[in-house]
């Protein structure tokens, strides 16, 4: 440990001015009991009422079990008699003050960020959709019609998702991934968006193959900056989106169960026996009935 030291006080009275000094920063002070003007334990209780942090060692040439004890209920780090056998006693204790300090203020920095993030913490619903095989459906297509649908599908998403109060987190090649202040939005845009993908593949897509997709949607605490942008730094639920999407069933509209239970239309969905990162996974009973008849 390193220690930088401030010119030696010759009393009490000295002291004090240099420990008030805010330039000086003192961070420990050894100090004997005996000494002009203001004693070593009345410059120990004046220190502890200024700053509790600042560490104090006292020394005394002659020592009663009644100063030490007084000293170390006001708050001393040790009580050392004069003449020293040796320093190594005394720089361990200085040692292990400091490392205190450093745990001291590890924690601090931990507990405020920890209560930045609990105010910033948030319960968000995300909504996870990607094209399936869409390197598949663009082979051999003309580059234009590609450009042409691709954008019309992100316009048809981004509509539905608008109109359900959600929003557009962000996009990755052909995947999108929504954000919806209440779960129900998330579900119910997703409902819609499945009921209308027919009609937009009729209508919108210029390709010879249709669009179709494999979505997942879950519900969980995000944290929100200042500027009400989700942090990437703490994003386990959007990995648990993105995960549902990725083993979800094609053209399934599936959910966790932490969505689930946030929603009024539960009864729609039905339990797949299966969890993605040990979340549970329901699929909407009407669009799995629809587009895979054979499942019943």
């Known amino acids: 440990v ?16 240099i420990i008030q000094d805010d330039a000086c920063d003192v961070s420990l002070v050894i100090t004997d009991i005996q000494m002009p003007h203001v004693d070593g334990v009345t410059l120990l209780t004046m220190v502890k009422q200024r700053n509790p942090d600042i560490g104090v060692i006292m020394i005394s040439g002659t020592v009663t079990v009644a100063k030490a004890v007084q000293a170390m209920r006001q708050g001393a780090e040790d009580y050392f008699v004069k003449p020293f056998a040796s320093m190594e006693e005394m720089e361990i204790v200085i040692g292990r003050f400091f490392e205190r300090q450093q745990l001291k203020h590890r924690l601090a920095e931990y507990v405020s960020l920890h209560a930045e993030m609990m105010t910033h913490m948030k319960i968000r619903t995300f909504l996870c959709l990607d094209v399936v095989g869409s390197t598949r459906i663009k082979e051999g297509e003309d580059p234009f019609l590609i450009q042409f649908s691709f954008m019309e599908y992100h316009r048809f998403v981004a509509d539905i998702v608008k109109t359900h109060h959600g929003l557009i987190h962000g996009t990755a090649g052909d995947g999108i991934m929504c954000c919806f202040d209440i779960a129900q939005d998330a579900v119910d845009a997703g409902v819609v968006l499945y009921g209308r993908l027919p009609d937009f593949n009729r209508r919108d897509n210029r390709l010879g193959s249709p669009f179709v997709l494999r979505s997942g949607i879950h519900t969980g605490p995000v944290i929100i900056d200042d500027e009400g942008h989700v942090s990437e730094m703490f994003a386990s639920t959007l990995d648990i989106t993105g995960h549902l999407q990725k083993h979800a069933t094609t053209d399934c509209l599936e959910i966790s169960e932490d969505t689930l239970h946030s929603v009024a239309n539960s009864a729609e969905f039905a339990n797949l026996d299966k969890d993605v990162d040990g979340v549970s996974v329901y699929t909407h009973r009407a669009i799995a009935a629809r587009d895979n008849p054979q499942d019943g």
């Open 2 to 17: 390193q220690i930088a030291t401030a010119a030696p006080s010759s009393d009490g009275r000295e002291a004090w001015v």
